[in-house]
């Protein structure tokens, strides 16, 4: 009904007098901060575990379309999201807010903060179930090769993998209150990525001679070349849990933020050029969502890289964790929760997501939608909406011109992204060997006749 409606819309309203916000800090904030450089690498774990870690995410900007012209997105994309970072903090500033919701809220009023609320929910949601589904389908991997463990041993079970892995590690976890506490957990999944890079690029050098390029792998681009874009700003977003980062600042100022934000993206730019650099040399047309399954399975580099990889994996898991479980306590309670709630919060949000990931093997089409329709207004739109309307001026005047730009490039990645996405859809595969595993060690190989 419109009354109780009403009732709802008005415990969210924000009192810009007081200066509240929708997401008050929590109560140990102050005695618990992170240095810059704790806060540059849980902000580099956010962007590589939503984009590199992420299942179909690996190999996919450079193979989606087999084009080189994709390596340019990356640094396109990269500058795009290092400015419209600090310009939702600005934007946060400029209304006194100190989370994403609630600048939206006093933005755009409730409408907004319904809109925004669902997106940033669907968005790290649907991310943790593909890094449930990416742990089983590698650690059953790395466990066969283990002596006496075979296809039918439970250790090579996905479902026993996912269920265990969330039991012991991605559940207790996400149970921190406090973002800053995932600092170290954080640098470890930094070093495993390095660690995975690095392995990537040896097999460049190694296997790569052995596989012959496919067809116009080196082409630079084609018509649909479009499509990547809305899959890599899925790969590329951290907005959503930006402003839970700055506020774990011990000096959440303006300069400090920009100085965690090109380091972190920087960062992540360079990761993720190399992966997708070194993922397509190697495989060219044949390069998977999940470089990974490119990989014989006798392959011994290549099982201790997929070890590192669902590691990575499990210690990127609490990272959206909390960005979900933000959103839901924000929805169903106005303060802090206490210690009961937050539990039951947290295992209802892993439940779920575990109880998806055990159903479901292929999300490929979803996070292609996901980096449409969630991923691209939380970068490009929204972010700078937001700022245009708290600055003064026109859309096309001083430092208003590249907001509005944004906005115009988000809308047409949104369009033609969904366009794309419904004529070429992503197929996914698990566990079948390519056929040049057949002979590894052949000096060369050529595709069956």
Request: glycine fraction near 8%; proline fraction near 4%.
């Amino acid at each position: 009904s419109s009354s109780s409606f009403s009732s709802f819309k008005n415990s969210f309203q924000l009192n810009s007098e007081e200066g509240t916000t929708l997401i008050p800090l929590q109560k140990d904030a102050r005695k618990s901060r992170s240095s810059m450089i704790s806060a540059s690498f849980n902000f580099i774990n956010s962007i590589i575990g939503s984009g590199i870690i992420g299942k179909y995410l690996i190999g996919l900007p450079l193979s989606k379309q087999k084009q080189p012209i994709q390596i340019t997105y990356f640094f396109t994309l990269s500058f795009m999201e290092d400015y419209s970072i600090i310009l939702l903090i600005k934007g946060g500033n400029l209304s006194g807010t100190n989370s994403y919701q609630s600048l939206v809220h006093s933005t755009f009023g409730f409408p907004g903060f319904v809109i925004l609320s669902g997106l940033q929910f669907l968005y790290p949601f649907i991310a943790m179930i593909s890094y449930n589904i990416t742990i089983g389908d590698t650690l059953t991997k790395v466990f066969q090769r283990i002596p006496g463990v075979g296809p039918d041993h439970i250790l090579a079970e996905r479902h026993f993998v996912i269920i265990l892995s969330t039991v012991v590690f991605t559940f207790p976890l996400s149970l921190y209150r406090n973002i800053e506490r995932l600092g170290k957990v954080s640098f470890l999944s930094m070093v495993l990525t390095v660690i995975i890079l690095i392995i990537v690029i040896i097999r460049a050098a190694t296997f790569g001679p052995q596989i012959l390029p496919t067809d116009d792998a080196w082409a630079f681009a084609k018509w649909n070349a479009i499509q990547a874009v809305g899959v890599m700003s899925f790969a590329f977003i951290c907005h959503h849990n930006s402003f839970l980062i700055y506020g774990s600042l011990e000096q959440p100022t303006l300069a400090n933020w920009s100085q965690v934000t090109h380091i972190s993206v920087g960062s992540a730019l360079i990761i993720s050029a190399g992966f997708a650099v070194a993922g397509y040399t190697t495989f060219t047309g044949y390069t998977q969502g999940d470089i990974f399954e490119n990989y014989c399975r006798n392959d011994n580099l290549a099982t201790f890289g997929r070890f590192c990889f669902g590691i990575s994996i499990i210690t990127t898991f609490p990272l959206e964790c909390f960005v979900t479980r933000e959103v839901v306590s924000n929805v169903i309670c106005s303060r802090d929760l206490s210690k009961t709630k937050h539990a039951a919060i947290t295992m209802l949000i892993v439940a779920v997501c575990t109880s998806v990931s055990l159903a479901y093997d292929c999300l490929g089409v979803v996070l292609e939608l996901n980096g449409a329709l969630s991923a691209t207004p939380l970068i490009f739109i929204i972010p700078s909406a937001c700022f245009l309307k708290l600055s003064s001026g026109r859309w096309f005047d001083g430092e208003n011109v590249i907001p509005a730009v944004l906005i115009i490039i988000g809308l047409f990645i949104m369009i033609t992204g969904l366009i794309m996405t419904g004529i070429y859809p992503q197929g996914c595969s698990h566990g079948v060997e390519l056929f040049y595993c057949a002979d590894a060690n052949a000096s060369s190989t050529v595709p069956p006749v």
